[in-house]
């Protein structure tokens, strides 16, 4: 099995005498995403372990209550830490640092001033055999689990802008994605919505969906569903105007006559800078969105980036930009569109963003309880949660109900995960895999893994 | 039977040699199946190709070609073709659009993208109870004009049909073919009213209205279409036809003078010229431009029956029947048994009852089944034929 770089952030402990220590270590550490713990004390450094379950503890052999000696003996009474590796900070080689070392199974030794980047470079190379996963990961076939499950979330439906169907959530949607949507009244059949969109308004998440894009049966009552009233709450639709960046004038002449079908008119930007000083002149609110036919990251990529990010939240035009990118990854900021695209998908995408611009929350009347659901394959646990694998890249961050039955049974019904990190497995492959954690591991993971290491026991005991 | 994806080869820039290197290493559900230009059709006809991946780097009249060929024999079924290009134009994307085409694959990525592809479409093909496999079942019965399977097929996908904009499509396309245009018109509708963006679905009702002779509705209709993409050659036909019928012949004419600048010497420009021709009487110059025509469409097949049936009633049996084996030469196979029916009528008329009950028999067979119509007018030849058995024709 496979697993993508860099899903798993590895969790170190480092007891040291002084917490300055690490602060050295610190952004070298965070940027080659490494969980930095620090403790100052061998009583702080064993309760920490339990709590956090580190893949990695740094030690100074002598400590202030005890040394790395006292570390290991006691970590080889429990099982579930013994095999977690220790890696000893020797200050000077003398029988005082070195006494406690004797006899001892130590994973690595670093002799004298840590220097941040020779640090990395241990450390890599101990974890380096579990690189991927955390040294806890159990491997789902291993432990007899179901590999096929469902991803869903809560949503409300809450009515049409035009042809978007737009809905009230917990997460936002990843445009690659297909969910079926599963209402909560029984009587109204399944759709499945795609090229979805995220709308924030304040704190709120909305999820347009383009309702021509919506297949299966449910498609009866979407398409019958009331428009989101908005003459009523004398809130106007923004004008379907866009500022439009194109490098190459005759395929923007191109595509003005083209959108223009649609009632879509451009503005023309011949480059970055004049699309970064249109936008810095739209002040009213009336622009419908802004297109980037490219966004390199060169200074006027970074330039527009930052004008961008200047505008607040509440007057800021939607922007989309096209990439050739496979891993771009849409932002609250910046929606991207895979290049190359259908004229459909560019032209729902533009109408998504220019309807978002409405005030439409204040006329919302409806409130249709539906499920978002989606396959999703188990990879395995750990001892925060485990790895999932999709065919369109999950959105880090979003609160998402695990559907699993052996894993319902064994989180007690409580199957919200939350994902902390998404990439793609390879280049050649449509698969993404997602790092989730447990809402029932957070909390001490030590009891959690444990727990959850004996009921996979007797699950193997039983089936063997 | 083996399913096939057509790798199709309009670049023609070495794709031939390194095709199979590039696929090789990858799992794919369809048996791919490397085809220029030219041979789309033959191996389109077989009947085992489901998808289709496009290799052109400017929309050129080949890639629109490959598209109506797979739309006519497999389907409208967008999700089963894809073009490979890196960058293509917006009037490319436009044009493609028209059939639906909204998958473009990277060509440095084509390979891994179209496993990814084929899996998705071998997998409702191979569901018999799938949209898109009904969907291609009464497509097949449509191309091939067979009557009986064409209303069994279309059956199969009535209740799709209320939600799925392409079985709605489909189900409209079955009733055109049976020739229940105002049927046909509400389930374009229905299409249209499921994905608006369907633009098949918009132009199919276009059509069916200007054969039912709501010519405003229709122009309102295509020329919304051509706003959103100018450079299509039926599009263009079409509206030219309308507007010669609410009599703007000068419209008309650049409707037709854009569409040969587009496409010069395009089958549908010469129909609709034929078309024009036989509207304003000139059937003798309509007839010349018939011969080359083909696949002609319900629009201009319906103005030939009409004519045929005003020159029977006429007395001018003969040139009617005339008109009808020509016509029957150039419209498409589904259309075929209501020339044959009106070509027996004329000979009824004619009391030529052997050679009418010989057109019977061949539209009962292209009908595929027990034609209601056919069987009431033997019924008045038997009648016919017992009261005056000396007037038979031989």
């Known amino acids: 099995m496979e697993y993508a770089k860099g899903l798993t952030p590895h969790t170190i402990l480092f007891l ?269 609110g009336t622009l419908g969105c802004v297109y980037l036919d490219e966004l390199p990251s060169n200074a006027s990529g970074i330039s527009i980036k930052e004008i961008i990010s200047k505008i607040p939240d509440k007057s800021r035009p939607p922007v989309i930009a096209a990439t050739t990118s496979l891993v771009a990854r849409s932002t609250k900021e910046i929606q991207y569109i895979k290049k190359p695209f259908g004229l459909g998908t560019l032209v729902e995408m533009l109408d998504a963003a220019i309807k978002s611009r409405s005030s439409f929350t204040d006329g919302v009347t409806l409130s249709q309880e539906v499920h978002y659901q989606t396959p999703a394959k188990l990879l395995g646990l750990d001892e925060t949660g485990g790895i999932l694998q999709t065919k369109f890249p999950v959105v880090i961050g979003n609160k998402l109900l695990l559907q699993h039955a052996e894993l319902s049974l064994m989180w007690e019904g409580n199957t919200e995960v939350r994902i902390t990190s998404v990439a793609r497995l390879d280049d050649s492959t449509n698969l993404w895999q997602a790092k989730f954690e447990a809402l029932t591991a957070q909390g001490n993971k030590s009891r959690y893994w444990e727990k959850m290491s004996r009921q996979i026991s007797d699950k193997l005991l039983q089936s063997s | 039977m083996e399913r096939i994806c057509l790798i199709v080869d309009v670049n023609a820039q070495g794709l031939d040699q390194e095709w199979s290197e590039k696929v090789a290493g990858h799992e794919y559900a369809l048996k791919l199946s490397y085809v220029s230009a030219d041979e789309v059709a033959p191996m389109i006809e077989t009947g085992s190709v489901v998808a289709m991946v496009i290799f052109a780097d400017k929309c050129v009249q080949p890639v629109l070609d490959c598209l109506q060929l797979f739309r006519k024999f497999v389907g409208a079924v967008p999700a089963f073709q894809a073009i490979v290009s890196a960058d293509p134009d917006p009037y490319y994307l436009s044009e493609v659009y028209e059939y639906g085409i909204e998958q473009f694959l990277h060509p440095d990525a084509w390979p891994q993208q179209l496993a990814a592809l084929l899996e998705k479409v071998a997998a409702v093909v191979e569901d018999k109870n799938s949209i898109e ?226 057109y019977l028999a061949r539209c009962e067979k292209e009908f595929g089944g027990t034609y209601e119509k056919v069987e009431k007018i033997k019924l008045a030849i038997q009648k016919a034929m017992n009261k005056k058995p000396s007037l038979q024709a031989g």
């Open chain 1, 16 to 284: 040291v005498d002084k917490p300055e220590r690490t602060i050295a270590l610190g952004p070298l550490f965070t940027k080659l995403k490494y969980k930095i713990v620090t403790s100052t004390s061998l009583y702080d450094c064993l309760r920490l372990i339990d709590q956090e379950m580190p893949h990695l503890v740094v030690t100074d052999s002598i400590l202030s209550d005890g040394n790395a000696g006292n570390l290991y003996d006691r970590m080889q009474q429990q099982a579930i830490f013994k095999d977690i590796p220790i890696l000893v900070v020797i200050a000077a080689k003398t029988v005082d640092q070195l006494n406690p070392l004797k006899g001892r199974k130590f994973a690595g030794f670093v002799l004298g001033k840590v220097e941040p980047k020779a640090m990395a470079l241990k450390v890599k190379e101990i974890l380096e055999s579990r690189a991927d996963v955390s040294p806890f990961f159990v491997r789902a076939d291993a432990g007899m689990l179901q590999e096929d499950c469902t991803l869903a979330t809560n949503a409300r439906v809450v009515g049409r802008i035009g042809d978007q169907l737009v809905c009230h959530s917990d997460s936002e949607v990843d445009p690659d994605a297909t969910l079926l949507c599963q209402p909560q009244d029984k009587a109204k059949g399944p759709a499945l919505l795609r090229l979805g969109s995220n709308v924030h308004k304040g704190t709120s998440i909305y999820n347009f969906f383009p309702v021509n894009q919506v297949k299966g049966s449910g498609k009866v009552w979407i398409t019958t569903l009331p428009e989101i009233n908005l003459d009523r709450v004398g809130k106007s639709i923004a004008t379907s105007k866009i500022i439009f960046y194109d490098p190459k004038p005759e395929r923007f002449e191109q595509f003005k006559r083209v959108l223009g079908g649609y009632d879509i008119e451009l503005i023309y930007a011949s480059n970055l800078q004049a699309a970064g000083a249109l936008l810095q002149r739209e002040t009213d």
């Open chain 2, 133 to 358: 496999a009904k969907t291609l079942r009464l497509n097949w019965s449509i191309a091939y004009g067979d009557q009986g399977q064409i209303i069994a097929s279309k059956d199969a996908l009535a209740e799709a049909a209320e939600y799925d904009y392409v079985a709605a499509y489909a189900k409209a396309n079955a009733l055109q073919a049976v020739g229940q245009f105002g049927e046909a018109v509400e389930a374009y509708r229905a299409s249209h009213r499921l994905n608006k963006t369907f633009r098949q679905a918009s132009s199919g009702l276009g059509e069916s209205l200007l054969v039912m002779g709501k010519v405003d509705e229709a122009i309102e209709i295509l020329e919304r279409l051509e706003r959103q993409n100018h450079r299509n050659v039926d599009r263009k036909a079409h509206l030219a036809t309308a507007y010669l019928e609410k009599g703007d012949r000068v419209k008309a004419e650049a409707l037709l003078k854009e569409a040969d600048e587009i496409a010069p010497g395009h089958p549908r420009i010469a129909e609709a010229r034929a078309e024009i021709l036989l509207v304003e009487g000139k059937v003798g110059e309509a007839f010349k431009m018939m011969d080359n025509l083909r696949d002609v469409g319900p629009l201009f097949a319906a103005k030939l029956n009409e004519m045929g049936i005003k020159l029977s009633q006429q007395g001018k049996g003969k040139s009617a029947i005339a008109l009808y084996k020509k016509a029957h030469k150039v419209v498409r196979h589904e259309l075929r048994y209501k020339i044959s029916l009106n070509a027996a009528l004329a000979c009824y008329r004619m009391a030529e009852y052997t050679v009418a009950l010989q």
